[in-house]
């Protein structure tokens, strides 16, 4: 069982990597950029003027500006609701460049993701502890009596909320340990963690996402599949820090720990 599970977070780690590697994976953001910053609807390096209008964003533009809306190439007035697809989905291209529109908390804005970023030219790869199997260990979920929101900080220095659904109860190292935990739609589980190893010898914080629970709260907790968030590739997303509580006083010496860059 040990073999197979290690073959299996091998495939994991190999498909994780292919993924955020992949031309529009998180390398590739190079902005994003909020239309309450941009009063004038010029956005940094971006065609076009991208005015808020009630519930959706209006892009005008000319021919010269080089944008395409739904591959075609496009001139004149669209209004715009937020993209929920694929980045490689987005209606707005200009070239191999996709404009994701986006909300966040009731404010829009657009996301910039360049296949030829930077940092997607200088990926290396993930540094990721190979799988150890002390590190994989049974939980129980419990869920609040109520949702709960506390606000936190995030990766672009603002504090936003943060919604949690319950709490996530496991013992490692001989020590009985929690974590807060959020509920996905898909019923798995999303856990932002720290721990002693956090800014030494892994990234400021991870996050983890337990399979969905059963009907007695029962799932594994398995750090092997710890994973960086989305701003350890990019600085333009705005990823939340662990809400309270949620930084552990042990080393979770397991998963993704940092990038490798050229």
């Given at each position: 069982?040990?073999?197979?599970a290690?073959?299996?977070?091998?495939?994991?780690?190999e498909?994780?990597?292919?993924t955020v590697?992949?031309?529009y994976?998180?390398?590739?953001?190079?902005?994003t950029?909020?239309?309450?910053?941009?009063?004038?609807g010029?956005?940094?390096?971006?065609?076009?003027?991208?005015?808020?209008d009630?519930?959706?964003?209006?892009?005008?533009?000319?021919?010269?500006?080089?944008?395409?809306?739904?591959?075609e190439p496009f001139?004149?007035?669209?209004?715009?609701?937020?993209?929920t697809?694929?980045?490689?989905a987005a209606?707005?291209?200009l070239?191999?460049?996709?404009?994701?529109?986006?909300?966040?908390?009731?404010?829009?804005?657009?996301?910039?993701?360049?296949?030829?970023?930077?940092?997607?030219?200088a990926f290396?790869?993930i540094?990721?502890?190979?799988?150890?199997?002390?590190?994989?260990?049974?939980?129980r979920?419990?869920?609040?009596?109520a949702?709960?929101?506390?606000?936190?900080?995030?990766?672009?220095?603002?504090?936003?909320?943060?919604?949690?659904?319950?709490?996530?109860?496991?013992?490692?190292?001989?020590?009985?340990?929690?974590?807060?935990?959020a509920v996905?739609?898909?019923?798995?589980?999303?856990?932002?963690?720290?721990?002693?190893?956090?800014?030494?010898?892994?990234?400021?914080?991870?996050?983890?996402?337990?399979?969905?629970p059963d009907?007695?709260?029962?799932t594994?907790?398995?750090?092997?599949?710890?994973?960086l968030?989305?701003?350890?590739?990019?600085?333009?997303?705005?990823?939340?820090?662990?809400?309270?509580?949620?930084?552990?006083?042990?080393?979770i010496e397991?998963?993704?720990?940092?990038?490798?860059?050229?």
């Amino acid at each position: 069982m040990t073999s197979d599970a290690a073959d299996d977070w091998k495939h994991w780690h190999e498909h994780r990597t292919e993924t955020v590697s992949a031309p529009y994976g998180p390398l590739a953001l190079i902005g994003t950029h909020w239309l309450e910053d941009c009063p004038d609807g010029r956005l940094p390096d971006i065609p076009g003027v991208w005015v808020l209008d009630g519930d959706a964003v209006v892009l005008t533009a000319s021919a010269s500006d080089g944008l395409t809306v739904d591959g075609e190439p496009f001139a004149g007035e669209i209004r715009l609701g937020a993209d929920t697809g694929p980045v490689s989905a987005a209606r707005v291209g200009l070239g191999e460049r996709r404009l994701v529109v986006l909300i966040r908390e009731g404010a829009w804005g657009v996301r910039d993701y360049d296949p030829d970023s930077a940092a997607r030219r200088a990926f290396r790869g993930i540094e990721a502890t190979p799988y150890d199997p002390r590190r994989s260990v049974p939980g129980r979920f419990t869920p609040y009596d109520a949702w709960r929101v506390v606000r936190v900080g995030t990766a672009d220095g603002v504090a936003r909320e943060l919604g949690l659904d319950g709490e996530l109860a496991f013992q490692l190292d001989g020590l009985e340990l929690t974590l807060q935990v959020a509920v996905q739609d898909d019923g798995k589980l999303w856990a932002v963690f720290a721990d002693s190893t956090s800014g030494n010898g892994s990234y400021r914080f991870r996050f983890l996402y337990p399979g969905a629970p059963d009907a007695e709260g029962r799932t594994t907790v398995d750090f092997n599949r710890a994973v960086l968030p989305p701003c350890a590739f990019a600085d333009h997303f705005i990823c939340p820090f662990p809400p309270p509580g949620n930084t552990l006083g042990v080393a979770i010496e397991a998963g993704e720990r940092n990038l490798n860059l050229r």
